[in-house]
């Protein structure tokens, strides 16, 4: 069967791992790429044998089925505009937009126009995640009624070539990271309800430690440290910490806390990873991920850590289930969600006050051991 066609818009970090993701499918291929900077489109297109086009060109080729939206988070909510006005299908990096507002609007768009949108973060397609949604629907734990979540790092501004957007509106770690988290909660427990938080600057200024922009000052927009917790419509009441002003810390990325036992799931920035879970108070034990797709690691971190890093199963997942005509799991109403969520988070800190969620989203079907066949034809 023929690949379903790609185009790519923002050629830049992670562009790459979506193409190589891509040159490895047998569902999808990308026919070209763009950039407002044309040599960035150049250099991915020579390197991986593919065009590069103005935005424009791209958006009308027949041939084009979707559009991968990998700019940077500012320009998410109008190249994906563009793409859908022009018929196309479309996947956006995450954030899938700055503002809740922007994100309903272009969910609106894709509905109107019988067009799918769907959007990163695509991890908890992963087995890890994928394992621990089994063990919670299985009842291993008995009914979640708590949880922690933790993502805090010393920020981006020391390893990121062009960090300046990420301490913008639109940037700071609940939007950059928050989602990867809160999308796996919301894939295993379902809703949020209300959020409340607290949010701080550590810093009102960083500097760049990394080439070409070393020792440039950042002035930062966007509070850097947020603590809150999520209200599930299950009853789940979830403590959430996002922070770019740690060094080190001991907390697991997420724990979740049922009637009969505890999970461990690990950092859903990947998609691999150890799950651990407990029958109430006894040890730890170690549960299997192999036998799911999207386990396995591929990917060398610059700590030398091994980890599996299939960014794109979303839209594998997005091909798939077009040409099945059944519901893509990483969805434009998930993304919708959970960028509710992290707005609100900001919105609860900065109103002093707790704020209800108004949308909501099915949980994504599960991705079962076997499923990855169907993905990646
Ligand atoms: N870098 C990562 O590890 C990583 C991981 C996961 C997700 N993301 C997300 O992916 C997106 C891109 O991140 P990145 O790290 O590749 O950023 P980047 O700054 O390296 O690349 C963004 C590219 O988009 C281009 N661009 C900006 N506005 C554009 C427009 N209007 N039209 C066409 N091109 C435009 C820029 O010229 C640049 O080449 C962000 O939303 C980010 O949150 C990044």
Known sequence: ?????????????????????????????????????????????????????????????????????????????????????????VYSEKPFAVTYAEA???????????????????????????????????GRIGKVV???????????????????????????????????????????????????????????????????????????????????????RNGANIAFTASWDVWKHTRQPIELYGTEGSILNPDPNFFGGTVKVSAKSGDWQEVSISGRPFGAPNRELRNGNRVADYRMAGVFDMAAAIRAGRPHRASGEMALHV??????LERASAEDRRIPIESTCERPAPVLPGDGEEVFL
């Open 146 to 232: 708590a949880g922690a979540v933790t993502f805090a790092t010393p920020g981006m501004e020391m390893w990121h070539t062009n960090p300046f957007f990420f301490f913008q509106r639109g940037g700071g770690p609940v939007l950059d990271i928050g989602c990867y988290p809160i999308t796996q909660l919301v894939n295993c427990l379902g809703p949020v309800e209300s959020v409340v938080a607290h949010a701080s600057k550590g810093r009102e200024t960083r500097v760049v430690t990394t080439e070409p922009h070393n020792g440039r000052e950042i002035r930062v927009e966007v509070p850097t440290t947020v603590n809150g917790a999520l209200a599930f």
């Open 339 to 344: 960028l509710e969520i992290m707005e609100g």
């Open 104 to 138: 309903r609007e272009m969910v609106q768009a894709a509905t109107a126009r019988g067009l799918r949108i769907g959007s990163a973060p695509d991890t908890f397609l992963g087995a890890g995640h994928q394992t621990v949604r089994t063990l919670v629907d299985e």
């Open 1 to 89: 069967m023929q690949e379903m066609k790609l185009g790519i818009v923002g050629c830049g970090i992670i562009s790459e791992a979506y193409l190589l993701g891509a040159a490895r499918s047998r569902i999808v291929a990308v026919k070209s790429v763009t950039d407002i900077n044309p040599d960035a489109a150049k250099a991915r297109a020579e390197a991986f044998g593919v065009a590069a086009v103005g935005f424009e060109e791209m958006l009308a080729d027949r041939e084009i089925d979707i559009v991968v939206n990998l700019t940077v988070p500012q320009a998410h909510a109008e190249i994906s505009h563009r793409a859908l006005a022009a018929g196309k299908h």
